[in-house]
């Protein structure tokens, strides 16, 4: 195997992960958030079977994009890091597909995304995706919640996404996630 190809396929660890987002330029909230989400993201990869080594990179970077934007481009903006990175397509994916419950492709033309759908379609997309949702900066927040928070702002499909996310990743697990600690 050529060295290029030996980059493209090692996963980093999660010191060469934050020291990334940190050589990038992220602020330290973005750092502990990451690390918070990505902490939670492995519990839940644990309990439902998800590659758990991809979940802890996918995690700790899904934000990197945030030392650029704090916008909704910060998943494209940061996927398009990994990539430059020469970090595998699997957590570019990941990056790139984890902003709320993910968005359909009409969603993302509305908010001036590329027109292509953004929903997590992996199982580990899926893990760091609500992970994420669950951690407010560092904190852990039960999915009732986040909910409320979105039907506040009149984010119906969002929400719906989101609850059937976390529907289908409590029956994978056998535990509703809120109960994951």
């Known amino acids: 195997m050529t060295r290029e190809r030996q980059r493209l396929t090692r996963l980093p ?3 060469d992960c934050a020291e990334l ?8 909230q973005v750092v502990n958030h990451s690390m918070a989400v990505s902490a939670l993201a492995v519990k839940i990869a644990r309990r439902c079977g998800a590659d758990t080594d991809l979940v802890l990179v996918g995690g700790i970077l899904h934000d990197i994009g945030r030392c650029r934007t704090h916008g909704i481009h910060h998943a494209v903006i940061g996927a398009e890091m990994v990539r430059a990175e020469g970090l595998p397509e699997t957590v570019a994916a990941i990056v790139e597909r ?3 419950a993910g968005l359909s492709e009409d969603e993302a033309s509305e908010l001036g995304l590329p027109a292509r759908d953004f929903l997590p379609l992996t199982l580990e997309e899926k893990v760091v995706a609500h992970a994420d949702n669950l951690t407010s900066g560092e904190l852990r927040r039960p999915v009732a919640d986040v909910l409320a928070a979105l039907a506040r702002r009149g984010l119906a499909g969002p929400a719906v ?5 976390h529907k289908e990743l ?3 697990c056998g535990v509703d996630i809120d109960d994951i600690r």
């Open 161 to 165: 996404r989101m609850m059937n996310l």
């Open 21 to 28: 987002l940190r050589r990038h330029g992220c602020e330290g």
């Open 170 to 172: 409590s029956s994978l």
């Open 98 to 100: 984890h902003i709320g």
């Open 13 to 15: 660890n999660a010191d």
